[in-house]
């Protein structure tokens, strides 16, 4: 089968539950764009946010609504969904209301919760530490797969040498493509500038070009975090992308897709 033939995963969605209303916004509006680009559509929303900059950072409106309400948006629109879990006993009850397990970066190496995530039979998106190195994520991917996960995805968002930023070595989705997993590429979260504040700061005009740069290198999917007023964002402000610019964004990548691999 060619690059072309195999489905392309887009990972899509705000950062946090804020409301029901900004959930069914922000999935209306990919949905249809999703569908006209040929990706396989995967809307995403964390239920609760675990790791803050601040005591004072949003966390949520309440884990058991914020599921149901990616659960029901997600049907509503007919795509799978996905969101994050941070502790062994989160992953069976996430699987009741999502597809897709994720387990956050500074969370990738801690053996249990990746097994509980596997045990529970859904994907399991890990995303590689800011700390790891990529030709180590393979043994977190055996963690989750040998407990029973139907598939592990990997995902890139840059590498932390501390002092408040982050750096993506594109060197790092070709060496992880070695493992044999759909390797996905977070264009938002590998732009933040961790820390320095009450909240991580970030780099949002160097979204589309890292992002054209992955698709260049080769990706199975990319993850970006969106939100109709990204100033005013409750979670990770600085780095989500302005929904009103997702159509042209996403049929660029499109584009870069089908250019790239004609050269194959």
Same mark, same amino acid.
């Given at each position: 089968?060619?690059?072309?033939?195999?489905?392309?995963?887009?990972?899509? $969605?705000?950062?946090?539950?804020?409301?029901?209303?900004?959930?069914?916004?922000?999935?209306?509006?990919?949905?249809?764009?999703?569908?006209?680009?040929?990706?396989?559509?995967?809307?995403?929303?964390?239920?609760?946010?675990?790791?803050?900059?601040?005591?004072?950072?949003?966390?949520?409106?309440?884990?058991?609504?914020?599921?149901?309400?990616?659960?029901?948006?997600?049907?509503?629109?007919?795509?799978?969904? /996905?969101?994050?879990?941070?502790?062994?006993?989160?992953?069976?009850?996430?699987?009741?209301?999502?597809?897709?397990?994720?387990?956050?970066?500074?969370?990738?190496?801690?053996?249990?919760?990746?097994?509980?995530?596997?045990?529970?039979?859904?994907?399991?998106?890990?995303?590689?530490?800011?700390?790891?190195?990529?030709?180590?994520?393979?043994?977190?991917?055996?963690?989750?797969?040998?407990?029973?996960?139907?598939?592990?995805?990997?995902?890139?968002? $840059?590498?932390?040498?501390?002092?408040?930023?982050?750096?993506?070595?594109?060197?790092?989705?070709?060496?992880?493509?070695?493992?044999?997993?759909?390797?996905?590429?977070?264009?938002?979260?590998?732009?933040?500038?961790?820390?320095?504040?009450?909240?991580? $700061?970030?780099?949002?005009?160097?979204?589309?070009?890292?992002?054209?740069?992955?698709?260049?290198?080769?990706? &199975?999917? /990319?993850?970006?975090?969106?939100?109709?007023?990204?100033?005013?964002?409750?979670? &990770?402000?600085?780095?989500?992308?302005?929904?009103?610019?997702?159509?042209?964004?996403?049929?660029?990548?499109?584009?870069?897709?089908?250019?790239?691999?004609?050269?194959?």
């Amino acid at each position: 089968m060619s690059s072309l033939q195999k489905p392309f995963t887009l990972i899509a $969605g705000p950062c946090v539950v804020e409301s029901p209303e900004l959930l069914y916004q922000v999935c209306e509006t990919i949905a249809p764009i999703a569908k006209d680009c040929q990706f396989d559509f995967v809307f995403k929303a964390s239920y609760r946010k675990a790791n803050r900059t601040s005591i004072n950072g949003f966390t949520g409106i309440g884990d058991e609504q914020a599921l149901e309400h990616i659960q029901a948006v997600a049907n509503a629109h007919g795509v799978r969904s /996905i969101t994050d879990i941070h502790e062994s006993p989160e992953a069976k009850i996430a699987a009741e209301y999502v597809d897709i397990l994720q387990i956050p970066a500074f969370l990738c190496r801690q053996t249990e919760l990746l097994q509980a995530a596997g045990s529970t039979g859904k994907i399991v998106n890990i995303k590689k530490g800011q700390f790891l190195a990529p030709d180590d994520i393979g043994k977190q991917a055996e963690k989750a797969s040998k407990a029973g996960a139907s598939s592990v995805w990997l995902t890139e968002r $840059g590498t932390t040498f501390g002092y408040h930023d982050l750096v993506v070595d594109f060197r790092s989705l070709l060496i992880m493509k070695e493992t044999g997993h759909p390797i996905m590429y977070d264009a938002t979260h590998s732009l933040q500038l961790p820390g320095g504040g009450d909240q991580s $700061g970030g780099l949002r005009a160097y979204i589309k070009p890292l992002a054209r740069a992955a698709m260049a290198v080769g990706i &199975d999917g /990319i993850f970006i975090e969106t939100h109709p007023q990204p100033e005013k964002a409750l979670s &990770d402000s600085a780095t989500q992308f302005p929904l009103i610019h997702m159509k042209s964004f996403l049929h660029e990548l499109a584009q870069l897709r089908h250019v790239i691999n004609s050269f194959e």
